[in-house]
């Protein structure tokens, strides 16, 4: 299974942001979650680096929530997917939290630059 965010700006388009971290949360009615590894990518790229791979065991808690650095943290727009490479391990992301600030434009590329 992969998930595929939507590239986001964060609701500040044209501002360079520092993010320290997202957070995950993630719903698991069936099956524990063991091998979803999480990949970002910034400023529109088609090249997704690793963040890391969460696992929770099926327990009493139905949505457990995941906090993963990013490895690239400044960025204008981030994208993220979500890839589970377990057969029959089944989940639904049911929210996605950005801990971000915003730099300001600076290093974001002016028309006479490009």
């Not at 943290?73 to 915003?102: C, H, I, M, W």
């Amino acid at each position: 299974m992969v998930i595929t965010l939507k590239s986001h700006d964060l609701g500040l388009p044209g501002s360079r942001k520092a993010c320290r971290a997202v957070i995950f949360h993630m719903r698991m009615d069936k099956s524990a979650v063991t091998g979803t590894t999480i990949y970002a990518a910034t400023e529109n790229s088609n090249t997704f680096t690793s963040a890391g791979t969460v696992a929770a065991a099926l327990g009493t808690t139905k949505v457990e929530t995941f906090r993963v650095a990013l490895p690239t943290p400044r960025f204008v727009f981030l994208q993220l997917k979500l890839t589970n490479s377990v057969k029959d391990e089944e989940f639904v992301l049911s929210g996605v939290d950005y801990l971000a600030a915003v730099i300001g434009s600076k290093g974001v590329k002016e028309r006479s630059e490009l």
